[in-house]
């Protein structure tokens, strides 16, 4: 792709602040003295320039690389001046990019090998690697495949190969990821997106229809009133934060709620302190608050949530449970939390929200627990902290008011991880802040593409575009469209999922190309189905691995010896693998597991290629921001010595299976063999574009398609890119590998994800010609939610579309093209990926409740719940396995401890390679009060000891004022906090401090199953 | 060399004096080459700045052997006043400045070159000791490296000056002087009359020693 | 004609993102040393030849009792009474066309006299190339209008680059508007630096800030009074005894010089 217009580092730009140095008006004697001298930026004038997107967190700032035309090495990265969200601008790891280009002396440059009980790596070549590879894939998979699982059901895969991986890789390396993992029978494939965001995708499908961040980080600046809760925005996103500060500089308030005093909170107008654990306890009580004061925006929380439906007479609550709870399999029966429907299926409704069975007096009824004094005693918090937050942002709920809520791992990462969002969403939702400019839900996350790989579905339980992934009882295309796509009766109701069928059969015509035929159900057979009700998630991945049950693993970009919660476990887990397969671009804990503390190579059997990748700026390709804007990357150098892309090695190691599956047959090789697979260049590399469009979709044949609407009819010629997910069938004629994508082509096959447009018509920080944004180019979703029934703006100074009587207008894509609500006839609900129509307040698809209710963490200070009898969520899975220890409310281990990320580090440490990064934050360190410092006699910088039932580490101490004890429930506790980047790695040799997550406990979200990495208990002593 | 020359230094003795004049010479030439951007040009002479630098260092270190040998040298000739008649020679402005009917009669060092002796012995220490901290300042406080800036340039103020007038006497302001440091002998006239005492001095112990003679036995034998 | 430039540094923004930190060493390629960790957030403890920049980290207990973490880009202010620029022996340091300090690293002798005069403590010698190095401002930069790039990284608006007389005014109109002990420090000093900080406490909060910065007064002595008068004293005594030749002329030996010294005895 070329592009027209690029400015890039054109060394001339003004200089800001309106002052133009003009070079006329200058001395030019100390130019001249200098004139013989090239420098650096005559360098970059001469040099090729290409742009890239930051490979960190997910906020998707964009850079520039200059690149020596001579050597074909990258000399300079800096901030790309024309990105609508940087704006030239970078964090610490964003400015340190270069760091990471073969520049870096520890890049690895050849494929690593180290064979069974040896104690050293060996240097081979690809060739010899990718047989060796396939070879152990093929006897695995061969040995272990099942067509049936035990109750007979047709599930076609493999239990014992085991991928973890990846969120930094592109979106189009991804999507032939995750078709690969299906292809060899794999269930057991997950990746960082499981540990970060997946209860954002859970809760915020629940409550809006698309489990993605609403609005995009421009649109921060819009708002009335930003609530940072579960973040350390500052630290984490920085370049989001510089939104919030302009938020700031029109007037917002900006509040930060968290354990801890960070550099967040440095830069906000409030910062409160509460227990690590206890967000829903501290939400419930702004519910209460919101509705005793009726601070709601009343005409929405009356037409687009489902506040005013009425529940069935069986739901119910008491004491902590919900009603349909079995205590032995830890799981809920959902038949009571059901909406009363009439005769014709539409749900009934109250609009005057005064039915003692509406969801919102069933909401009010449930939030009456929680009052000041209560949220307070569970909370830590003073009850004027809680009443300035809560009426700050009360506030929002004024019709011309938006509030926005900022969260990130500080929220997804506990046990009640998907109902801390849904307990803001439903205040959202009160407030009337979704779909709105400056308000909504950002869900920032964590890694630069989580949200493309969690789109293309490197995840257990669903297929690229959030199809669900099929089990055992599915066996049949037919049973599997009839179970999934979502039916209502309501006219009112888009209903946008009834479509379900066309993106399922688009994503099959796909993966199998021309061999799914709708005579073989288009290759459904051949996906591999997960036993029903089971999970496969990283943390049971774990679980089955340290039971000794997985043979081999795929890690890709991934580093599960020090990212996974109780590593020790882990460890143990790795040790009894037969084969590891390890990408990356450094070494890391997991390849190296093998030579890790406590580990006797010549005991550790496992096989171990540890295989070099290219970095982000040496491929091309897309990626996907938090705010759904899909950006393309492009190749500024080719990467160090033999390294690849992972897109290049998941094709050869594809390629080298199916070679052997050709020539010797075995376990169900249709399954393999009739993979589309043909993403390849003219010189047979990995070639993005291709897949890209394979994404997008195609008409697999000349298609007349009429327009529902106007009759009119369009041809449209075999091959040809679809522009919109509308156009996809369900009959094969069309070809599209993930529905969401569909339209990041036009019809002529031109790339929308490259486009640099920097125009915002607005002002809104819409900037509409900048990249593609799923769904639809639609920057802010849900936004016919902003407007009125009548379809005028609620804020009519924040106009994001508006209904004209015939059409809607405005600067956003309009979300579903139906005319307003108060249109009998022909107007929709805004939420139109929910079967009802409206937002969820009621939220019955939980694990643990429609209503969000506080429990404990599994591991806390407290051994009763100050709110119910029923102490920790009573959906979570526990493990129990003899290593999975738990010590809640033990008085050895008396302090709450949180894992937490820092600007120089990148989640676990592969910023400790980056000599500049490391410089900055050399060494693990425990945050901890200066008063538990006093009673411990430690003193700052010491190293200290820390430990929990189930390990220990080592680190220095940090003794701050910043953190403060808190009182709760008549009880003084102490929280500390420690960074999760550290491992026993490091470039000058190894250190004794080892990762935090020797702490950690496994145990994950009820919903999900994201870690609760956030709280566990630990004691601290003096080295 | 005449008959009837007076020696008036020993070989070692005008070496030490070279050796100290040299490299003061040295030292305020590359100084000042470093104190004033307009003799930068002294560097580009000495192959750069960084020389000039590393030249005045360590010409430094050779002045400072040099002083400590000087000092213990003329300590007891050059560095005690002898009164009451210095303080006359001094009053009397040593008969330089206007005309004095009787001038005391001086030894060998003249009270104007005591102080030259002294003003030599004590600055140059000083410089030597402030050049030091300047060349290392990291082991220093800030503040006491930035005095000694000040002592530095005090030192070569004093010095330089100094040295104008050293040199004005050696040449055409006493005639017959220099020899003294070039030769070591000097004519009898040019003793007589700067420093008659110590050639009386000299005769009375028959440490007198004329170029061409027997050399005199000393006093205890005669 | 000269364009004074001034980088404004607006401290109630700064979030310590560090990105002007690395991006200084990115573009200046400036390497990492190993550090430790010393109980604190801020590394290296201070400026390094190769660290021109660097947040400081401090916590501040506030009168209320809360805590405050003030974050404070340290770095050279780019004076224009330079102290270090008047000591250099070699004209080394420069004042450019903008008013900054920068270097030509060239000329410069390693004598460490600016390391001595500057009142911030920001020139740092490296024994390596025995030279010292300090920001220049990004000068290259600047010359082809870019931004330095500190400045470029900065997300949040703390680091500004423009005409000084506009910064300076910016600069005033945001300590009043945040109020409270905010205050403007750079313009009142050194006959101005151009780099100028909005604190938004006062001054003598911030560790490492010195309240009243100013030209040592040994440098002003050596350097306004001590070197002219090294010249003007060689320049008297020469003109002295020049004076005195003329007036008094030579004191020589008396005529019986030409008799033959030893005879007489």
């Known amino acids: 792709m070329k592009i027209s217009r690029r400015r890039f580092l054109s060394m001339s730009g003004a200089i800001g602040s309106g002052v133009a140095l003009s070079s006329l008006g200058l001395d030019l004697t100390a130019l001249k003295a200098h004139a013989a001298e090239i420098n650096k930026t005559d360098l970059i004038r001469m040099a090729k320039q290409s742009t890239t997107i930051c490979c960190y967190c997910s906020v998707g700032c964009s850079l520039i690389c200059s690149t020596d035309k001579m050597t074909g090495k990258i000399f300079n990265i800096e901030g790309d001046p024309d990105h609508p969200i940087n704006e030239g601008s970078l964090c610490a790891k964003g400015a340190g990019l270069f760091g990471i280009t073969e520049a870096n002396e520890h890049r690895l440059r050849k494929v690593l090998y180290r064979a069974p009980k040896s104690d050293k790596w060996e240097e081979k070549d690809w060739e010899w690697t990718f047989k060796r590879i396939a070879r152990l894939i093929k006897d695995t998979r061969d040995a272990d495949f099942i067509t049936h699982n035990d109750k007979g059901e047709l599930v076609n895969r493999v239990e014992s190969i085991g991928h973890y991986g990846s969120s930094n890789i592109n979106s189009e390396e991804c999507w032939t990821l995750t078709l690969s993992a299906r292809s060899m029978g794999l269930v057991y494939l997950d990746h960082q997106a499981r540990v970060c965001h997946s209860p954002s995708v859970a809760a915020l499908a629940e409550s809006f229809g698309r489990g993605s961040m609403t609005n995009n980080f421009t649109d921060l600046k819009n708002s009335n009133c930003i609530l940072i809760m579960g973040s350390n925005c500052a630290e984490n996103h920085p370049i989001a934060f510089k939104w919030i500060l302009r938020a700031k500089d029109r007037g917002a308030k900006i509040i930060h709620v968290d354990p801890r005093y960070t550099r967040t909170s440095a830069r906000c107008d409030i910062h409160v302190p509460l227990r690590s654990g206890t967000d829903i306890a501290f939400l419930g009580g702004m519910i209460k608050h919101i509705i005793d004061n009726n601070l709601i925006q009343e005409e929405y929380v009356k037409y687009y949530t489902n506040a005013s439906q009425i529940l069935s007479p069986g739901f119910d609550f008491k004491d902590g449970l919900f009603s349909g709870y079995d205590a032995e399999k830890r799981k809920y029966n959902k038949e009571t939390w059901t909406i009363e429907k009439d005769e014709a299926g539409i749900p009934l409704r109250d609009y005057t929200l005064q039915n003692p069975r509406c969801v919102y007096q069933m909401l009010k009824k449930h939030y009456e627990r929680y009052t000041l004094d209560k949220v307070s005693s569970i909370t830590g918090v003073s009850k004027e902290d809680l009443l300035l937050v809560y009426n700050e942002y009360g506030a929002t709920g004024a019709k011309d008011k938006a509030g926005a809520e900022c969260y990130a791992l500080g929220w997804t990462q506990h046990t009640v991880g998907t109902q801390n969002i849904r307990t803001m969403s439903i205040i959202q939702l009160l407030l009337g802040n979704i779909g709105v400019c400056g308000g909504g839900i950002a869900a920032m996350r964590g890694e630069p593409n989580v949200q493309g790989s969690t789109d293309h579905a490197i995840l257990y339980n669903i297929l690229p575009g959030y199809l669900k992934m099929p089990s055992g009882p599915v066996d049949t295309l037919d049973k599997y469209i009839k179970k999934y796509t979502s039916t209502s009766t309501d006219p009112q109701s888009a209903n946008w999922y009834q479509n379900y069928p066309k993106y399922t059969v688009s994503f099959l015509k796909a993966m199998w190309g021309d061999k799914a035929t709708a005579e073989n159900e288009f290759g459904y057979s051949w996906l591999p189905k997960m036993d029903d009700g089971k999970h496969y998630s990283m943390l049971h991945l774990i679980d089955k691995m340290y039971a000794g049950k997985i043979k081999g693993f795929f890690a890709y970009g991934s580093n599960v010896a020090v990212s996974s919660p109780h590593t020790n476990k882990v460890r143990k887990g790795l040790e009894k693998l037969k084969w590891m397969v390890n990408v990356n671009i450094f070494n890391n804990e997991t390849a190296s597991f093998w030579k890790g503390p406590g580990m006797n190579p010549k005991s550790v059997d496992t096989e171990v290629f540890m295989l070099p990748a290219a970095a982000s700026m040496e491929k091309e390709g897309s990626q996907s921001n938090s705010g759904r804007w899909v950006q393309w990357r492009y190749q500024a150098a080719s990467p160090p010595g033999d390294a690849l892309s992972d897109g290049d090695i998941t094709m050869r190691i594809m390629d080298a299976l199916r070679e052997l599956y050709k020539k010797e047959g075995g376990a169900f090789p249709e399954q393999i063999l009739n993979l589309k697979w043909d993403y390849r260049d003219a010189s047979g590399k990995f070639d993005a574009l291709k897949v890209a469009k394979q994404i997008n979709g195609h008409y697999t044949q000349n298609l007349t398609i009429t327009d529902p609407v106007t009759g009119a009819k369009e041809e449209n010629k075999k091959g040809e890119t679809v522009p919109t997910f509308a156009k996809l069938m369900a009959d094969g004629s069309t070809s599209s590998g993930n529905w969401v994508m569909a339209g990041s082509f036009d019809q002529k096959g031109m790339n929308k994800m490259a486009k640099r447009g920097k125009e915002d018509p607005t002002g809104l920080g819409i900037f509409p010609e900048w990249s593609f944004a799923w769904p639809l180019n639609r920057r802010i979703i849900y936004n016919r939610a902003s407007c009125d029934l009548n379809g005028k703006p609620y804020n009519p100074k924040m106009k994001l579309v508006e209904w004209t009587g015939d059409k809607w207008v405005g600067g956003d894509v309009v979300d579903g093209p139906w005319p307003p609500l108060a249109d009998k006839e022909k107007g929709k609900f805004p939420f139109i990926m929910k079967s009802d129509g409206v937002g969820a307040m009621f939220g019955s698809g939980m694990a643990e409740g429609p209503f969000p209710e506080h429990y404990e963490p599994l591991e806390g200070p407290l051994a009763k719940n100050p709110i119910s009898d029923q102490l920790i969520n009573p959906a979570i899975e526990i493990f129990k396995s003899d290593i999975d220890k738990v010590a809640n409310a033990d008085p050895k281990f008396p302090y709450v401890c949180t894992t937490y990320s820092c600007t120089e580090h990148w989640c676990s440490g592969f910023t400790r390679w980056q000599p500049w990064l490391l410089e900055m934050m050399p060494e693990a360190y425990i945050e901890i009060s200066d008063k538990l410092a006093a009673s411990l006699k430690i003193k700052n910088a010491e190293r200290v000891k820390v430990f929990s039932v189930r390990g220990e580490v080592t680190c220095v101490a940090m003794v701050t004022k910043r953190l403060k004890p808190f009182e709760v429930d008549g009880k003084v506790v102490h929280l500390v906090g420690m960074p999760c980047n550290y491992g026993w790695l490091l470039p000058d040799g190894a250190t004794t401090d080892d990762s935090v997550n020797h702490l950690t406990i496994s145990v994950g979200d009820a919903n999900t199953f994201c870690p609760e990495y956030k709280a566990c208990m630990v004691n601290v002593s003096k080295l | ?222 | 004609m000269k364009k004074e430039l001034v980088k404004l540094i607006d401290l109630s923004r700064c979030t310590a993102c560090r990105g002007c930190q690395v991006a200084c060493k990115q573009w200046n390629e400036l390497p990492a040393k190993r550090t430790k960790n010393f109980g604190s957030y801020q590394n290296p403890p201070d400026l390094q030849w190769n660290t021109w920049t660097l947040i400081r980290f401090q916590e501040h207990e506030k009168k209320n009792g809360k805590v405050d973490w003030l974050f404070r880009k340290d770095g050279c202010m780019h004076c224009t009474d330079a102290a270090c620029i008047k000591v250099c022996p070699t004209g080394a340091l420069y004042h450019t066309e903008f008013g900054s300090v920068s270097m030509h690293a060239d000329k410069c002798i390693g004598c460490k006299a600016c390391i001595t005069a500057c009142p911030f403590s920001v020139p740092k010698y490296n024994a390596e190339t025995n030279k010292i190095a300090k920001c220049d401002l990004c000068y290259t930069r600047l010359q082809v209008n870019q931004p330095p790039a500190c400045v470029q990284s900065c997300p949040t608006g703390a680091l500004q680059i423009g005409a000084k007389d506009a910064m300076i005014k910016k600069a005033y109109a945001r300590a009043e508007q945040l109020g409270g002990d905010a205050n403007v420090y750079g313009d009142k000093f050194v006959d101005g630096t151009h780099v100028i900080y909005i604190l938004p406490e006062k001054v003598n909060v911030y560790e490492h800030l010195p309240v009243d910065p100013k030209v040592p007064l040994e440098i002003i002595i050596w350097k306004d009074v001590l070197k002219p008068a090294g010249l003007l004293a060689a320049g008297a005594v020469v003109a002295g005894c020049f004076l005195h030749y003329i007036t008094h002329g030579p004191k020589t030996p008396d005529d019986e010089t030409t008799c033959e010294g030893g005879n007489k005895s």
């Not at chain 2, 430094?60 to 007891?76: C, R, Y």
């Not at chain 2, 002087?177 to 000299?202: C, D, I, N, R």
Request: charged share 15%; proline share 4%.
């Open chain 2, 1 to 222: 060399m005449k008959k009837g020359m007076i020696k008036a230094t020993g070989p070692f003795e005008r070496v030490v004096h070279w050796c100290v004049a040299l490299s003061c010479l040295l030292l305020c030439f590359t100084g000042m080459g470093m104190m004033y951007h307009s003799l930068n040009g002294l560097g580009t002479m000495v192959g750069g700045m960084g020389n000039l630098k590393m030249i005045h260092n360590f010409g430094g270190i050779f002045f400072a052997i040099s002083l400590v040998f000087t000092i213990g040298m003329w300590w007891k000739e050059a560095g005690l006043f002898s009164f009451p008649e210095d303080w006359q020679w001094i009053i009397a402005g040593g008969g330089y400045l206007w005309h004095v009917e009787n001038m005391p009669e001086v030894g060998k060092y003249n009270p104007g070159q005591k102080m030259f002796f002294l003003v030599v012995a004590l600055f140059g220490a000083i410089m030597v000791a402030s050049g030091l901290i300047i060349w290392f300042p990291f082991s220093f406080a800030v503040s006491l490296v930035r005095m000694m800036y000040v002592l530095h340039a005090l030192g070569f103020v004093i010095i330089f000056a100094f040295f104008f007038v050293h040199l004005y006497l050696v040449t055409i302001g006493a005639p017959g002087s220099a020899p003294a440091m070039f030769t070591g002998w000097v004519t009898k006239a040019w003793v007589k009359k700067q420093h008659p005492k110590w050639l009386k001095e000299m005769e009375e112990d028959g440490t007198l020693v004329v170029y061409g003679e027997e050399k005199h036995s000393k006093k205890g034998r005669c």
